[in-house]
C-alpha cells in the first residue's frame, strides 16, 4: 500500500508543465529562485503579478504563550495520534509545565526558516473507499500527523489566513472557515434563478479531478506563492 500511494501519480500520465528554459548560462542562489524563474512566464503566475501588487511581503511572526496554549487546549484526545506520539490528553493537562518551551522552540524554528524534521513525519493508513476491497486503487491515504505538529500548523495557519484572506476570489467556499459547498450551491443557485427569469438558458460544466492533491504540481505552486 506505501508502494502504491507514493507512486499513485506516475499511472495518471500527467504531462510536464511547459517552463522558461533560457537559463542555461544562469546561476541560482538556491532551487527556490529556479524554481521561480522557469515558471516565471507560466499564465497563472503572469495573471498574479498583473492584479496583486509586491507591496507586502508575506512572513511568519513570533508566537506568544498564550496563543500556543490556546491550540494545545483545542486538541481533541478522541482523535487518532501515530503511535510514537503524546496523547493529547497528556499534552493538555501538563501543558502549563512546557508550554514556555514550546514557544521558543516555535520561535526559533520561524527565525531559522525551519520546520522541524520530527514533526513532518506522520502515520498513513489505508481508509477504504468504494468498490472491490481487494483493489489497492480503492484505498486512500489518512495521513496521522503529531499533536505539536497540529499546534505549529494552526500558529501558522493564522498567519497565512490573515495575508491571504482578502486576496481570496468572494466565490471561493473550499478550505475557508464558514464557508462550506452549500455557499457554492446557492450563488450557483441564485446566478441560475437570474438568468432563467431573464429568459436565458443555463448549463454547467462539473469537473472531478481524480487525485487533485497528489497531481499538484509542487514546484508551481511556490512559483504561484513568490507571486
Known sequence: MNEFFVNITKSLDIHDIPTDTNHDNLTFENVFDEIVHKFRSHPSISKITNVYSADKIFDFKNVEGERVKKYI???????????????AKIFKDFSDHYCELLTKTYNSSREARIFPDELKKADVSPLFKKGVKSKKENYRPIIMLQNLSNVFER?????????????????????????????????????????????????????????????????????????
Open 73 to 87: 487546549d483545542k486538541l481533541d484526545p478522541r482523535k487518532s495520534a501515530p503511535e510514537s506520539d503524546i496523547p
Open 155 to 227: 500558529i501558522m495557519f493564522d498567519d497565512i489566513n490573515d495575508f491571504m484572506s482578502s486576496k481570496f476570489s468572494p466565490l471561493l467556499s473550499g478550505f475557508r472557515s464558514k464557508y462550506s459547498s452549500q455557499h457554492a450551491l446557492l450563488s450557483m443557485n441564485e446566478n441560475w434563478h437570474r438568468e432563467l427569469d431573464k429568459g436565458n438558458f443555463v448549463s454547467a460544466i462539473l469537473m472531478d479531478l481524480s487525485k487533485a492533491l497528489d497531481c499538484m504540481n509542487h514546484a508551481l505552486l511556490i512559483a504561484k506563492l513568490h507571486a
